[in-house]
């Protein structure tokens, strides 16, 4: 017998519906499953650790009368501190003392199919990776990123947590708001689609609405957003910025294209290694802290290096070993 036709019976034995014949099929099931009993008397082992000592002693005393034991097998106790072990020779005979009181919810736990609490999606260095959730809303994850969400989703509301970067397009539904957590800030939204990229080792989180509305809490202030508008989160002054930008501009990373104003080597640099999985090291430390603005293809980490080096008379890279190296012309 299997453990989910066990577990219907026994369900039934517990609400006083099983037959006869139920009853006879799981108690054979009770004194044949070598796993089970094993488990069953690690459970009692770990769990009487927390009982006071003269109870558990009354407790073994009472199994030891009613069920037959191999004494080779049972170890008698010298004393309060040191540890016992006993053996059940026959599950079915202890089963009617404890099922009462100890047995029925470890039986219960031990047949019933456990499910995770929470559920996440993860996209590697290097990867990306695209979720639809149950309720039709997507979620485009960039490199190294990861969101995760309860077993309770969609049930009152919507939540989910984010670690990394991702596009978010959300299905209309004012009586389960969604939102999304990341660190300190927390963006409630109803049909709408939006980009939050939110590293943990990078000082600001970015969050550009393409469409619909944006309610984004900090700790400091709440924000109403509107499409194009573009907020940047200081982590550590807890501080916003805000402007208007093309939208479009911070979401072409889903087609293999990157925008960047105004931004270091050294920050661009890091996106770069996190989405091809390569390590980039910096010959001339000087080179970090050079600013570009532009559009570049990220088909392939050859066509990023040599848009980069076409801009700058001064910057050169090579490919060695796997990693690259940057230096000066």
């Not at 079915?92 to 047949?111: E, Q």
């Not at 076409?310 to 050169?316: E, G, K, R």
Request: aromatic share 10%.
């Amino acid at each position: 017998m299997n453990k989910e036709i066990c577990l219907r019976i026994f369900e039934r034995y517990v609400g006083g519906e099983a037959s006869p014949n139920e009853i006879a099929q799981l108690k054979s099931f009770l004194e044949n499953d070598v796993n089970l009993n094993q488990w069953l008397e690690n459970q009692i082992r770990d769990s009487s650790r927390t009982i006071d000592w003269d109870i558990k002693m009354r407790m073994l005393e009472q199994i030891r009368s009613q069920t037959v034991y191999d004494a080779a097998l049972y170890a008698p106790v010298a004393g309060k501190n040191n540890n016992f072990k006993f053996y059940l020779k026959k599950f079915s005979d202890i089963a009617a003392i404890l099922l009462p009181v100890v047995i029925i919810f470890s039986l219960y736990l031990y047949l019933k199919p456990q499910k995770p609490e929470s559920f996440e999606v993860i996209a590697d260095k290097g990867e990306k990776a695209d979720l639809t959730l149950t309720e039709g809303s997507t979620v485009s994850l960039n490199s190294d990123s990861k969101v995760m969400y309860g077993t309770d989703y969609n049930k009152k509301d919507r939540v989910l947590k984010l670690e990394g970067e991702a596009y978010f397009d959300v299905r209309y539904n004012p009586e389960k708001p969604f939102i999304v957590e990341c660190e300190d800030l927390k963006i409630r939204v109803s049909g709408t689609s939006f980009d939050i990229k939110a590293y943990e080792d990078e000082d600001n989180i970015s969050i550009v609405l393409n469409s619909g509305k944006i309610r984004l809490t900090t700790p400091k202030e709440e924000i109403e957003m509107v499409p194009n508008d573009h907020i940047t989160y200081n982590k550590t002054t807890q501080t916003t910025i805000g402007e208007k930008v093309n939208a479009g501009d911070y979401t072409d990373w889903r087609q293999n294209r990157l925008r960047f104003e105004n931004e270091s080597l050294k920050t661009i640099m890091k996106t770069i290694s996190r989405m091809h999985n390569i390590d980039i090291i910096f010959e001339s430390s000087h080179l970090m802290d050079m600013r570009f603005t532009g559009t570049i293809d990220n088909t392939s980490i050859k066509s990023v290096l040599d848009a980069i080096a076409l801009t700058s008379v001064s910057i050169n890279y090579r490919l060695d070993d796997g990693a690259v190296y940057l230096y000066e012309k």
